[in-house]
Every structure is written in C-alpha cells, then in structure tokens.
C-alpha cells in the first residue's frame, strides 16, 4: 500500500493532524496485486502470471506520538478505516505488533488508536504495527493485514553528557598560546536529526584565563605562553556543554579537567654556597674520598641529571658523580703532603646532561663553587732518597770490611727526627752484608763469589730514633763485578773419530770452551797443544779465532789394529788480567768406514762379530724368540680357559644324563671301592651284554669281584651270589625311559631331572628298615652286612652282633 503523509505545524497541531481518517488523497486508488494476498499489503509478488486490477480499500498515514505526554487521558494518535466500512457497525478493527494492546489501544467500532503511557523516545524511537479489518459476524478478514508505524516524536529533555569524563591532560611547560591539549567530548540523547536539541557547544566556566575550549571541537588549548612548571604545577579547569547551539532554554552538562604541567629543562643547576671546606690527613690513601657537594636543580626527572667536573686543582684532586644522590664526590687522586703544601683550592663546575636547545638563550646551564681542602699533619716513616731503591757494585775480590755503597732517608715530618738503619735478616741470611745504623754505610761481612751469586738483593729498614714504629724499607740491589778468577775449559769432554783412510790435512773436529768469568771486555781464548802433545806426528791443532779450534790429521794410513785410539791434551788459555789456563783432552777413535766415509766400527773385533752375525740379525732373531714366547702363553692360558669352561658347563649341565655305575664302595672316604671312570665319563653309556655271557664282571662291587677269584667254598658261596646279582634288568628300564625322554617333545631339553620308582623284583637284603627292625622282636641275622664292603660298615654295627675286639680298638 501506498502511504501519503499528512503534517500540519507544531505539536499540538500535529497531535490534530494525527487524527485524521485516512490519507489526503480521498479518491479511489488503485494499486496491482497478485492473487496470492500480501503480508502487510505493501509487497507484492514478483510472477507476472494471474494478474487482476483490484481497488485498494483503505490507506493510512504514517502516525507519530510525542514523548514524554503528561496528560491524564489516553493521547490520541489516530484513525484506521476502510471504504468497506458503510458505517452499519459490521466491521470491527483490530491492532497487533509492538506495544498493541498494552501501549496502544484501538477502537473496534471507530477504529481511534489511543497511547495509554508516558513514551520516551531515548528509550525507543518507533513502533512498527499491523492493521486488520474483519467481519464483526464471522470475524474473516476483508482486507489484507497491513503494516503501519508510530514513530515517537523528540523534544529536548536530555542534557549534555560527558560519558567519559573527569578528564585528565597534560601540556608542557612554556608552550605557545594555542598549543592543543586535549579533547573533550559530551553526548546528548535527543534526536540530532529533528531541530537543535542534540546539538552541543563548548565553554570553560573555570580556568578560562590559562585555558580555552573550542566551541565546536571540545578541543582544549593553552591560553598563556608562560605556564611554568615550577610554579604551578597543575590546573583544575570546568568545561560546560549546552544543547540547542548555545540558544537560550537548552540544557547543558559540566566536567572537571585536571591538566599537569610537565617539565622542561629551563632551570641550570645551581650550588646553594661558592665555598665549600673540607680537611684530610696528608696519610690518607689514593681515592680517599674528602668530601661531598650538591648542585640544586628546580627541575625533576632526567632534566635535573647533572656531572660535575674540576676546573682547577685537579692535579691532586679528582671528582665523581654520586648516580643515586646526583652529589659530586670529591677524592685524592695523589698522595698530599703537609710539609709542602697545607690548603688547596679545588674548583667544581656542575653542568647538565640534558640542555634543551629551546631554552639556551635563558642563560648559562652550569654553575661553580670552590671547594677548599685543608691537609692536616700526621707523624710520617722516614723516606729513602731515592725512594725507588738503589743499585751498588762491588768487585768480587774485595775483602771483608770494605764499603759497598751508602743509603740515605730522611724524616719528612718538621721535627726531623734522627734516622736509624739496620737490614731485613729474611733477604740476607748468610749476613754477606753489614750496614751502620746511623750513616747507612753497607759493608761486607763475608768474602763474594760472583760465579755463586752475581746479584744480592736485601731490604734496607730505616726507623725514627724516638719511635720506631714509624719505620719504612726500600730495596737494594748490589751488583758483583767479575775477576778474572776461574780458568777456562773445554765444553764438554770431547771425543772424535777418524777413518782408517783420512787424508792429511782432514778437519776432525772443533772444540769450543766455557768459563764462568764474565769480563766487560767479553772473552777471547788462545788454543795449543800441550807440551807433551808437540811432538806428535799424527794431528795438529788450528785456532780458528772465533774462540773455538779445529784437529786436523798431519798423516794418512791409520791402522787400528795397531792403535784405535788416540788421545790428544789442548792448552787453552784466556785473555785474564790475570790470564788463566786449563789442559783438556780430545779422545780420538779410529773407525773402519766404508767407501763413502761412513763410520762401519770403531774397534778390532768389530769384524769378526759382524762376519758371525749382524745386529739387525740378533735383533730379528730376539724379536722372533719374544713372539713364540708370547704364543706359548697364549696357547696356555687358551687351555686352561676352556677347561675351567669345560668344567663349569659339566657341573650346570643337569639334563637327563643316564650313568652306569653298579659299584657300592665303603663310604665317602673310599675311593678303591668302585671304579670312578664311570662317574667322569658322563656320555659313556655301554650296551647291555646279552645274557649268554653272563653278568659284566664290571659292574659288580669289587668286593664280589674279589670273591670270584678267590677259590674254595667261599668262592663258590661268592659265584652264586653274583649270579644272583644281574642289572640287566635295571639296565633295560633306564634305557628305555631314556628313549621316551629323548622322543618326548614337550620335555625340556636340558634342565630337566627324571625320577624312576622301579625297585626291580627282590632284594636280597629284605628291609632294612631301621623303624620295623626296632618295632619288632625280630631276632634275624644282619652279620651278612659286615661282607658288604666299608660303605655298609656302620649299618652292620647296629644290626650285626658285636665284636668285642673291634669295639676295644
């Protein structure tokens, strides 16, 4: 359905307006329509088949409401009718939707619809509704459902709103007028499309004289251009918002506004005093700290960091920035002395690390005071001059008493107290050294040695003579110069060695020698041959000048079988004063060599031994005797290994293992009773003789055995009961047990023990049961048991009747 608005001017006349019936339009409209009805009656359906031409029966405007009425009668809203309606009372009307029966109510008959509540419009805007004519009889419809909407009308009753207020800002210190510092914002709930009731403008109420507000934005700017920090440091401003654009009768709504002034670095440090006096003893140690001084900073935060620095007096002085205080701590940086100078003045400069290049033309960002420092008098040891040490010299052939050097200290106090001198025994033990107490004179008490000790270092004390315990040390080295005092002598004991072809004229060999004396002028030896080494005709000796000389063969053909050794003395002598002399000998070998020259043997049986066997050969030869040896062992151990596995294997071996033993010795003790082969051989399991061939003498005790050789009745006795005596039946039995363990599958196969409970047919012993011999009055016959042999010998004690000569033995 189409809708045609109807509005007149102002509320009130729009509350008549609202009134009206229908539409202004009065004439027929008509509109297309589907044959399928419409939800609502304002849509229509898309296919284009089954179209008919329809007169629409009724059309309404669209109805508003104003809020917030205060009347005491339902405010009327309007009037639904249809052109069905001929006025005879046979339609009635009805609502539903949002609000219909509660909020709105309709008129059945007239079709008035009715608000019965206070509406506000912040709380909800519209309300969306379906109108219905029907038949007052049978209650059909006449007409399609249509929809329809009541919209709340507006008026001014919210005031501004700051939702998120109160607001807090910040703006540096001297910033320019109109430097932006923050944006306020404040909400109203009226409708800001329908007149100026949501529209809002800004003022500030308190604190206009720093801070403006634009009326528009909300935006908050500086006013001044000297806000300082250090003075004010923040501010409490009071921005209002009022609707209606500021006209009169709009509503309006306030915040507070906090704004913090930050810092800048406008302010230099400043000392609160120029002078500053402080006193330390002249024996205070390096870093010693002599006092502390600050520097204020009306700033805050890194602007008040500072470093602080010596402008003058810094050559005894140093200064330090304390982090945590931001104090300047002021320390000795060399040691102070009282005599020299009592007073200095130190000149500190504090500066700050951070200068804010926007404000340097507000001055100079530093500040100095003088710090005074008054060195006090302590008694101090007295001091060596010089006070490094000293070096002396002394020859090593001085004699004792003689003067090494002197040392001198001094008190540096103004008193000057009297000095006393003695030596640290710990630095010399051997007391080589004495020295005066009053003049510091050190003098030998001991002859020196400079090839023992060419340096003697000791520790010199010097003491107040009125207190000593103001004493100080200084370290003296004394140097022994070197005499000429030790003759010269060959390196080493030298020996050469020369072939039995050396051509007249060959080099042997050069010697060299050593002496322990050390002149300034340096060394320089003289090379000869002895005396009685001048005459020989076989070498010569050449001084090459470089403090070494050279052997030379004066002859060829050498003969070692005829001499093999040589011995030629050397006289070397050194250049002193006074020179020094010492004879040497070089021990000269005649070799056999080869047709290169190199060195075969140096000894006569050298042939002889090499023709028999050479030494690569003895050494094969050993190394090949060493080898067997360790197979030997080898072989050895291996043996001994596998018997004693051998041996563990057989005890652990406990399967089924059927031996053949008949044998009944005389106990544990008797080991000639039975033959033991049968119990080592543990696989040795003989066939069964046929019983043709009588019983295996075998296996029967050797006591039976015994009896069949021995002749007479006894024997005869003795063949009976062996005959009686055939394990051939036992020996069947086993086998055949054994066979059925060894074709059973479900037995284990080697950690198994089988128990056999066949007894054969008789025994020949009956029972021997020592609980029926004891239970009965049996007087039977045990004497037999004494025949069976030592195993049974105590058995026949109990049973057979005593024999008196045994039981007294």
């Not at 025994?763 to 048991?785: K, V, W």
Request: hydrophobic content about 35%; glycine content about 8%; overall charge negative.
């Amino acid at each position: 359905m189409k809708m045609a608005p109807s509005r007149t001017t102002g509320p009130w006349a729009l509350l008549a307006a609202l009134g009206l019936l229908s539409c202004c339009s009065f004439g027929s409209c008509e509109a297309s329509r589907t044959s399928g009805s419409t939800s609502g009656g304002n849509k229509q359906d898309q296919e284009p088949s089954s179209l008919e031409r329809v007169k629409r029966g009724w059309v309404w405007n669209q109805f508003f409401v104003v809020e917030e009425y205060t009347g005491t009668e339902p405010l009327y809203v309007g009037k639904i009718h249809t052109d069905s309606d001929d006025g005879e009372g046979n339609i009635k009307y009805t609502i539903s939707g949002e609000g219909a029966g509660s909020i709105f109510i309709i008129d059945e008959q007239t079709g008035d619809i009715h608000a019965t509540e206070k509406l506000d419009r912040e709380e909800k805007a519209s309300y969306t509704l379906r109108a219905q004519a029907r038949d007052e009889l049978s209650s059909d419809p006449l007409e399609p459902e249509s929809e329809f909407v009541i919209k709340v009308q507006d008026i001014n009753d919210s005031e501004p709103k700051f939702l998120e207020g109160p607001y807090i800002g910040s703006v540096a210190e001297l910033s320019p007028i109109g430097t932006s510092v923050m944006k306020v914002t404040a909400s109203d709930a009226d409708d800001p499309t329908y007149g100026s009731s949501a529209k809002v403008v800004y003022s500030v109420l308190d604190g206009e004289r720093f801070f403006t507000v634009d009326r528009q934005t909300g935006i908050i700017m500086t006013a001044v251009a000297d806000l300082d920090r250090e003075t004010q440091d923040r501010y409490e401003l009071v921005v209002k918002a009022t609707d209606m654009a500021g006209q009169m009768g709009g509503l309006s709504g306030s915040t507070t506004v906090t704004i913090v002034i930050t810092d800048v670095n406008d302010n230099p440090p400043r000392f609160p005093q120029k002078m500053y006096q402080f006193s330390v003893s002249e024996g205070a140690a390096l870093g010693t700290p002599v006092g502390r001084v600050i520097a204020t900073d009306a700033d805050m935060g890194d602007n008040t960091d500072m470093s602080y620095l010596i402008k003058e007096g810094g050559d005894l002085f140093k200064v330090t920035t304390d982090v945590e205080t931001q104090e300047a701590v002021v320390s000795i940086k060399k040691p102070l002395d009282f005599e020299s100078k009592r007073t200095h003045n130190v000149v500190v400069e504090a500066v700050n690390k951070h200068v804010d290049p926007r404000f340097v033309d507000l001055g100079s960002f530093r500040d100095q005071t003088i710090v005074r420092v008054s060195v006090s008098d302590i008694d101090e040891p007295p001091i060596f001059q010089p006070a490094e040490g000293t070096i002396m010299e002394v020859q090593e052939d001085a004699k004792v008493g003689a003067l090494v050097g002197v040392v001198t200290a001094r008190d540096p106090d103004v008193k000057d107290i009297p000095v006393r001198f003695s030596i640290d025994r710990t630095t010399d033990q051997e007391m080589i050294f004495h020295i005066d107490p009053d003049s510091g004179a050190i003098t030998l008490g001991k002859l020196l040695d400079r090839e023992t000790a060419g340096w003697h270092n000791i520790t010199v004390k010097a003491v107040e003579a009125d207190n000593h315990t103001m004493a100080s040390h200084s370290a003296v080295s004394i140097r022994i110069l070197d005499v000429n005092d030790n003759p010269p002598e060959l390196a080493t004991p030298y020996e050469a060695s020369i072939c039995e072809d050396a051509k007249p004229g060959q080099l042997i060999h050069t010697i060299s020698v050593v002496d322990r004396d050390e002149p300034q002028s340096g060394h320089r030896f003289f090379f000869t041959l002895a005396p009685e080494a001048s005459s020989n005709r076989h070498f010569t000796l050449w001084d090459v000048k470089d403090n070494t000389a050279g052997i030379r063969t004066q002859r060829s053909g050498f003969n070692r079988h005829e001499q093999n050794v040589y011995f030629l003395p050397i006289l070397v002598v050194d250049s002193g004063p006074p020179s020094l002399s010492s004879t040497g000998t070089l021990t000269i070998h005649v070799c056999g060599c080869d047709t290169e020259g190199a060195i075969q043997s140096c000894n006569a049986t050298a042939y002889v031994m090499s023709a028999a066997l050479s030494p690569g050969a003895l050494i094969a030869l050993l190394v090949c005797m060493l080898i067997l040896i360790v197979l030997v062992l080898l072989i050895l151990t291996l043996k001994r290994h596998r018997k004693g596995q051998r041996m563990a294997e057989d005890e652990e071996d406990m399967r089924d293992n059927v031996i053949k033993y008949n044998d009944e010795g005389g106990g544990e003790q008797d080991t000639q009773a039975y033959d033991m082969s049968a119990l080592r051989n543990l696989y040795d399991f003989p066939e069964a003789k046929s019983c043709d061939s009588g019983p295996d003498i075998r296996s029967l005790p050797q006591w039976i055995q015994a009896s069949r050789v021995t002749g007479g009745a006894e024997g005869t006795a003795a063949a009976a009961v062996a005959a009686t005596a055939d394990f051939s039946l036992f020996k069947g039995y086993i086998r055949k047990k054994v066979e059925q363990a060894d074709a059973d599958l479900s037995v284990p196969p080697y950690d198994s023990f089988q128990t056999y409970a066949f007894e054969g047919t008789s025994s020949p012993a009956l029972s021997l049961s020592s609980i029926h011999t004891l239970s009965t009055t049996s007087e039977q016959d045990f004497s037999y048991l004494s025949d069976w042999g030592p195993r049974f010998r105590q058995l026949a004690g109990y049973y057979a009747p005593g024999n008196p000569e045994e039981e007294g033995s």
